[in-house]
């Protein structure tokens, strides 16, 4: 079994930075690609961002290129998507997810294991 726990979020001002944490264990850390994804009532899941699982490659869709970052700290195993300036449309709940092999993909029926979600609002 696999299981992915988050950590961080929370509410922000438009322009201000966030951090969601992804922490692994068992066989969700098994050098998988982790991939972001979030979800706003009504909408289907949207992929984010992912690194590989030897994390030297990320992927990163338009519209968050050059404000978000996801690393991964594989002592911990822990995988952070660093968020800076902000923007109201970046209001959703994060999910971090654990693909099926070390690859990237932006299709969200590769990732086996999900965590449970983290919400981050982001005001005007």
């Known amino acids: 079994q696999g299981q992915l726990v988050q950590s961080g979020g929370g509410m922000v001002q438009a322009g201000d930075s966030l951090r969601v944490s992804c922490a692994a264990s068992?066989?969700?850390?098994?050098?998988?690609?982790i991939g972001w994804f979030r979800q706003v009532p009504g909408k289907d899941r949207e992929f984010v961002a992912a690194?590989?699982?030897?994390?030297?490659?990320?992927h990163y869709i338009d519209s968050v290129k050059g404000r978000f970052t996801v690393s991964r700290d594989f002592a911990k195993n822990t995988v952070y998507l660093q968020m800076n300036n902000l923007k109201p449309e970046d209001t959703a709940t994060y999910y971090c997810?654990?693909?099926?092999?070390?690859?990237?993909?932006?299709?969200?029926?590769?990732?086996?294991?999900w965590g449970q979600g983290t919400q981050v609002t982001v005001s005007s």
């Open positions: 068992g066989r969700a850390s098994s050098g998988r690609a």
């Open positions: 690194i590989s699982g030897r994390g030297d490659e990320t």
């Open positions: 997810a654990a693909d099926t092999n070390a690859v990237i993909s932006i299709r969200p029926l590769r990732y086996e294991y």
